[in-house]
């Protein structure tokens, strides 16, 4: 069954620190994994995903398939990341169409 | 682009009453997606649509019913309204089906409250 672990409920950092959200997920197939960021009250959005390997808002995540991660970091926090941050896992190649969530890691960059 | 919309942004119910909530997206999007969002629970999958004319359910679909108007309109309905239906509920629309990626397009969300 598609899995989506995210240990961390809340975390706090002091701005400038690195950071780093961690996601694990169980799926016996070709996942396709995303980072998902809500800021206060606004709508969930895509932060990156994982077959774009691209950067975002100094945001990296690497795909580990060994140890199936989808770690989510930043090597300098700012004020402006303090956010609920959604790992999400989604199945390719299939007629499997969801996308399962993981609960969310609270992040509060400290100034 | 309005993205995806949602109606109402809030709503108080009582117990046993019932109500739709109301998901419309402008993308040309084949799948549609409702959510609940719980403190320390993230997000749920209540129910999908993978294309016009289908539903399916999610993790948490019971006393949720759907409907897939057409392609760009998804309603959520609960019939019965229980204080455990007391959430943030989220309609959220993909390109995909299947082999296309499936990033998610959000709505602002709907705060239900039911006494």
């Known amino acids: 069954a598609q899995r989506v672990t995210q240990p961390e409920k809340l975390l706090s950092v002091f701005k400038g620190a690195p950071v780093e959200l961690k996601c694990n997920y169980s799926?016996?197939?070709?996942?396709?994994l995303f980072w998902y960021v809500q800021y206060s009250r606004q709508r969930l959005q895509l932060l990156l995903r994982?077959?774009s390997r691209e950067s975002i808002k100094g945001f990296t995540a690497d795909l580990n398939k060994g140890e199936t991660s989808f770690h989510l970091k930043k090597p300098f926090a700012q004020e402006e990341d303090s956010a609920m941050y959604y790992c999400a896992l989604s199945g390719v190649g299939t007629s499997y169409d969801k996308v399962i969530f993981g609960p969310g890691t609270s992040l509060s960059v400290i100034p | 682009n309005a993205g995806v919309t949602q109606t109402p942004k809030f709503q108080v119910l009582k117990t046993g009453q019932s109500m739709t909530l109301q998901c419309a997206q402008d993308?040309?999007?084949?799948?549609m997606y409702w959510y609940r969002q719980d403190p320390g629970m993230g997000l749920r999958l209540i129910y999908y649509?993978?294309?016009?004319?289908?539903?399916d359910k999610g993790e948490v679909p019971n006393g949720y019913n759907v409907s897939r108007l057409n392609k760009r309109e998804f309603s959520l309905r609960l019939e019965s309204a229980a204080p455990s239906q007391t959430s943030v509920y989220f309609c959220?629309?993909?390109?995909?089906?299947?082999?296309?990626?499936?990033?998610?397009?959000f709505g602002p969300g709907t705060r239900l409250t039911v006494t």
């Open positions: 799926y016996s197939g070709s996942p396709e």
């Open positions: 959220a629309s993909s390109e995909a089906p299947a082999g296309v990626s499936n990033e998610q397009y």
């Open positions: 649509s993978a294309s016009e004319g289908t539903t």
């Open positions: 994982h077959i």
């Open positions: 993308m040309n999007h084949n799948s």
